[in-house]
């Protein structure tokens, strides 16, 4: 019986740091056991050019415990207004790895994203002819659309056209949550990855709704059937490497989560590699855990694998803090509802 497990150092390809007194208190969390992360530009105001993206890296490098050897991989929220040119010599000088995009409306602090997506064609096209990926939030935001069919939907409305429309386009499904994205992922060629989140390998709607709400498990894209959880299991321990990690760990504070209008999200950066590890084993996986986490997405993104390693000890279960404590209000861990056994050994 496996004990032990050795892996590359992994990365988190999508994830939510904020910024003030919760980007102080989160950043630590990643940085203690990811060597890098693709940045979300989602604040208030966003991260809308090079400029602004070369402030909010030195506010996360501030942030950092003393010799973090964490790297934040910045990346722009794209808008109707966003310059192509800009954007183009952010990517050449290499502070920013991606271009964000988020459907106006579709979650937190997505007010400045795109209704219109012909008025980012040019920004599309210039992204394609320098390689800078696209990371998308895929739901349409269409009130008539039910809330669980929005990612299938999105993928025929609006990715597969754009995908049509921009050849060489190179583009990241990000937190997919359905079969349908599974199998277009899979589908897609060498331009398409997707990342899988800790929490949607977790839970389904139930978990969220059956014997009273659960605000801690409410995140976007919302879970959805068991079957689509299953088909995310099957895809994230396949081997596939269209398929990696990303978090999508979003902190919020207690207050705001439990408010009536409560925010999205789930915070999993402390808790993710031994959430991750029970479910590979779970699934007879525990030899591809290192391609998802650490291998599949520095390959899609063309970036070097880390070299540094961490390894993981299965034993007596682990104890984690509930909260944890910022300046701005305690933040619920997401808990998995199972004990976990595995833990990175520091």
């Known amino acids: 019986m496996t004990d032990t497990l050795t892996l590359r150092t992994p990365d988190d ?22 060597a890098r992360a693709i940045i979300m530009p989602n604040l208030v105001p966003p991260v809308v050019t090079a400029a602004d993206a070369a402030a909010y890296r030195d506010r996360i490098m501030a942030a950092l415990p003393e010799g973090a050897r964490f790297q934040p991989l910045m990346t722009l929220y794209l808008t109707e207004q966003t310059d192509p ?6 990517h050449e000088s290499g502070l920013i790895t991606a271009v964000k995009l988020y459907p106006a409306g579709a979650t937190t602090n997505s007010a400045s994203g795109v209704r219109d997506f012909d008025k980012v064609r040019p920004v599309l096209e210039r992204m394609a002819e320098i390689g800078c990926p696209l990371c998308v939030h895929g739901e349409v935001t269409d009130s008539d659309i039910d809330i669980f069919d929005r990612e299938a939907v999105f993928i025929d409305r ?10 060489g386009l190179r583009v990241v499904m990000e937190h997919i949550t359905t079969m349908q994205g599974v199998e277009y992922a899979s589908d897609g ?21 059956a014997g009273g709400i659960k605000p801690h498990y409410y995140c976007l894209p919302v879970a959805k059937r068991e079957e689509h959880r299953l088909a995310l299991r099957r895809a994230a321990t396949s081997g596939d490497p269209t398929f990696f990690l990303g978090t999508d760990s979003a902190p919020h504070t207690d207050a705001n989560k439990l408010q009536p209008c409560g925010c999205a999200g789930c915070f999993t950066a402390p808790n993710t590699l031994s959430i991750l590890a029970h479910v590979f084993e779970e699934e007879g996986a525990l030899d591809r855990l290192e391609a998802f986490t650490s291998l599949n997405g520095p390959r899609f993104y063309r970036l070097p ?16 803090a509930e909260r944890i404590v910022t300046e701005d209000g305690p933040v619920t861990l997401f808990d998995p509802g199972f004990p976990l056994l595995w833990q990175v050994q520091t």
């Open 305 to 320: 694998v880390n070299e540094d390693r961490i390894t993981l000890t299965k034993g007596a279960p682990v104890s984690y």
């Open 13 to 34: 390809w999508h994830l939510h740091l904020r910024d003030g007194a919760m980007l102080r208190a989160v950043t630590p969390e990643t940085a203690r056991h990811f």
């Open 85 to 90: 040119e800009d954007l183009a010599r952010a």
């Open 158 to 167: 609006v990715l597969d056209p754009i995908r049509k429309a921009t050849p």
């Open 189 to 209: 060629g060498p331009d398409l990855g997707a990342t899988i989140t800790t929490h949607h390998l977790v839970i389904n709607r139930n978990h969220i709704l």
